[in-house]
C-alpha cells in the first residue's frame, strides 16, 4: 500500500465509525433522549439526508481547490460537527447535528476516491479505492466495537468527542502524506451536472441508493435483532459487532480485487444477487445463535463488497467531471443508508417485528441487482456499437 493513502484510510476509518456506530448505540441515544428505538433511526437519516445533501454541494463550491485543501477543509468540518452532536441537549438538536454531521462525508470519499484512484498504479483502481474504504471496516473492528462500548457503559456522548478526535488525527495525517496534486482542468458545476443528462450516470446512482438500502435495512437495526430476537445480551452486542466489522474488512479485500479482475459491473451485480441472498437467510435463521453470528459475518463481509467497485463505475461514467460524478456517487450511498433505515423501521412499527427489515432489505437488493443487469447489457451494447462503427 502506497503511504499517501493512509491518510484516506484514517479519514474513512472516523467517517466510518461516526456512521456506523449510531446502529449500536441507537437503544442508548433513544432511551437518553425519551425517544422510540424507530425514532432513533431517523437520526440515521438525517445523517444520511446530510451525506445526499453536502456531496455535490462542497465539491461544487470546493472544486477548483487542489484535491488535499478540499480534503482538509472537508475534515475540519466534520471534525466539528461531530463535537456539536457530543451536546446536543434533545432529539431535535440531535436531528440537526447529525445533518451537519453528514455534509463533508460524501464529498470527503468522492474526492479521495478520484485522488486514490490518480495514485494507483494503473490497473489497480479499484484496489488503491478499497484501500481507503478500508478504514470503514477497521472503524467496524475497532472504533464501531469501541464506541459501541462506551455508549453502553458510559455515555454516547464520549463516543462522539472521540470521533472529533479521529478527525484531528486525519486532518494531520493529511497535512503530511498526501502529495500536493493539482487540480485537473477547471470545475464549473453547470458543466460537470450536465453528465446526468445521460442515463448511465443515473442508473449507477438508482444501483447505489436501491440496491445498498438492503444493508442498512440490516444494520441499522442488528442490535435489537441480536437481543430482542438472537437472545444475545447488550453487553454482547459489541464483540459481535466485531465479528461483523471483521466480515467487512474481508469483503472490501474482495472487492477491490475482484473488480479489477472482472468489469465493475459484474461485480457489482454478483454481489447485489449474493446480499439479497444473505438478508433472507439472517431472516430465518435470527433466532439461533450460532447461524445468526456465522451470517453476521457473512452478511458484513458481502455489505462491503459494492463501495470499491461502484465507485469506479461511477468515475468512468464522468466523463471528466471524476470528483462530482465519485461523491454524488457516495451521497448514492447514503440515500441507500436513508431509505435502508426508513423503511427497515416501517414493519417494525407496524408490530411486524426485528426480523421484519431483512426482508426489506433483500427486496432492496435484489431490485439493485436487476438494475445492474441493465447497466451490462446497456454497457456490452455500447462495446458493440463502437466496434461496428
Request: aromatic residues 10%; glycine residues 12%; positive net charge.
Amino acid at each position: 500500500m502506497k503511504k499517501s493513502l493512509i491518510s484516506l484510510t484514517v479519514g474513512g476509518f472516523g467517517i466510518g465509525m461516526t456512521e456506523f456506530v449510531m446502529m449500536g448505540i441507537l437503544p442508548d441515544i433513544a432511551r437518553d433522549l425519551q425517544i422510540t428505538i424507530p425514532e432513533a433511526g431517523h437520526l440515521i437519516s438525517a445523517y444520511a439526508l446530510g451525506v445526499v445533501l453536502g456531496a455535490p454541494l462542497l465539491v461544487g463550491i470546493a472544486g477548483n481547490y487542489p484535491p488535499k485543501k478540499i480534503l482538509l477543509g472537508l475534515m475540519a468540518l466534520f471534525t466539528f460537527c461531530n463535537a456539536l452532536s457530543s451536546f446536543a441537549p434533545n432529539y431535535q438538536l440531535m436531528m440537526l447535528t447529525r445533518l451537519l454531521s453528514g455534509l463533508p462525508h460524501g464529498a470527503f470519499f468522492g474526492v479521495g476516491a478520484v485522488v486514490a484512484s490518480r495514485l494507483a498504479t494503473p490497473g489497480k483502481e479499484a484496489q488503491a479505492i478499497s484501500v481507503m474504504f478500508a478504514g470503514l471496516t477497521i472503524a467496524n473492528i475497532i472504533g464501531v466495537p469501541l464506541g459501541t462500548y462506551i455508549g453502553h457503559n458510559m455515555s454516547w456522548r464520549i463516543t462522539f468527542l472521540i470521533i472529533s478526535g479521529v478527525g484531528l488525527i486525519t486532518m494531520f495525517s493529511i497535512q503530511q502524506l498526501l502529495p500536493n496534486l493539482p487540480t485537473v482542468g477547471d470545475s464549473n458545476i453547470i458543466k460537470d451536472l450536465k453528465i446526468f443528462t445521460r442515463v448511465e450516470p443515473w442508473l449507477i446512482l438508482g444501483i447505489t441508493a436501491i440496491g445498498t438500502g438492503g444493508l442498512f435495512a440490516w444494520f441499522s437495526y442488528i442490535a435489537p435483532l441480536l437481543t430482542e430476537v438472537g437472545g444475545f445480551r447488550s453487553d454482547q452486542i459489541t464483540w459481535i459487532l466485531v465479528l461483523a466489522g471483521v466480515g467487512m474488512a474481508v469483503g472490501n479485500a474482495i472487492a477491490g480485487f475482484t473488480a479489477d479482475r472482472l468489469s465493475p459491473i459484474k461485480a457489482t451485480a454478483l454481489f447485489l444477487l449474493l446480499m439479497a441472498v444473505s438478508l433472507t437467510v439472517v431472516s430465518f435463521i435470527a433466532p439461533f445463535k450460532i447461524p445468526l453470528l456465522v451470517m453476521t459475518f457473512v452478511t458484513g463481509a458481502i455489505s462491503f463488497t459494492l463501495g470499491a467497485p461502484i465507485q469506479i463505475l461511477m468515475i468512468r461514467a464522468a466523463n471528466g467531471s471524476e470528483m462530482l460524478a465519485s461523491s454524488v456517487s457516495q451521497a448514492g450511498f447514503n440515500m441507500g443508508n436513508a431509505l435502508g433505515a426508513y423503511l427497515g423501521g416501517l414493519p417494525i412499527a407496524a408490530g411486524l417485528g426485528y426480523t421484519s427489515p431483512q426482508w426489506v432489505g433483500a427486496m432492496l437488493a435484489l431490485t439493485g441487482f436487476l438494475m445492474s443487469v441493465v447497466v451490462y447489457y446497456r454497457q456490452k451494447n455500447a462495446v458493440r456499437e463502437r466496434v461496428l462503427a
